[in-house]
């Protein structure tokens, strides 16, 4: 069974930084392919924050361009997302999201259980 889980939420003030991790674990992974970020505010839908291929490509959100850096570590099996100058407009749940190849049941999409980010004074 595939598992993926975050960390690193919490309540920031704005203009902070946070640091999300997300580390998939589980015997039968073959392969970890793209590895991202999305958030879900109240009353709105999911949106993407951040992707990272298995390469180390990057795609970013608009909103999160030039704030916001993705990257990953695939010894680890982890994905990082650093969040800097934080607006309260970022406060959502964030999820990790990871395709991912299993032993015998091949290419699925895996979601995390979501860490709630707050910026707020």
């Known amino acids: 069974q595939v598992q993926l889980v975050e960390s690193g939420g919490g309540l920031v003030q704005p203009g902070g930084s946070l640091r999300l991790s997300c580390a998939a674990s589980?015997?039968?992974?073959?392969?970890?392919?793209?590895m991202g970020w999305y958030r879900q505010a109240p009353g709105k839908q999911r949106e993407l924050v951040a992707i990272?291929?298995?390469?180390?490509?990057?795609t970013l959100a608009d909103s999160a361009k030039g704030r916001f850096t993705i990257s990953r570590d695939n010894a680890k099996n982890t994905v990082y997302l650093q969040m800097n100058s934080l607006k309260p407009e970022d406060t959502a749940v964030y999820y990790c999201?990871?395709?991912?190849?299993?032993?015998?049941?091949?290419?699925?999409?895996?979601w995390g259980q979501g860490t709630q980010v707050t910026v707020s004074s």
């Open positions: 990272i291929t298995s390469g180390g490509s990057t």
């Open positions: 999201n990871a395709e991912i190849s299993v032993v015998l049941k091949g290419r699925s999409d895996y």
């Open positions: 589980g015997r039968s992974i073959f392969v970890i392919h793209t």
